[in-house]
């Protein structure tokens, strides 16, 4: 995990410099087609952040939930989330 805390870290530095770029765009007035494929660049790059959230999340807490037969309830949860991240 604490590689891919590391990892996650340094994907959403990268992310808050795309977005200082973005704001930056909208100061200097650029083509809008421009800002909002740098809009759509930034939005994959955060759900590639909350994929591997996620995946840390089955390998860890969801699996554990199963060894100690909480497995329905962690479904449920987990089915929640997703249902918020897709929304």
Known sequence: MENSKKDMLNRLK???GQVRGIHKMIEED???VDIMLQISATRA???KVALSL???HTRGC???AFK???G???I???????DKFMN
């Open 45 to 47: 790059a955060l759900q």
């Open 14 to 16: 990268r992310i808050e």
């Open 72 to 74: 329905e309830e962690a």
């Open 30 to 32: 650029r083509y809008c």
């Open 76 to 82: 449920k949860e987990l089915v929640q989330v997703l």
């Open 54 to 56: 996620l995946g840390n």
């Open 62 to 64: 969801v699996a554990d």
């Open 68 to 70: 100690k037969e909480r």
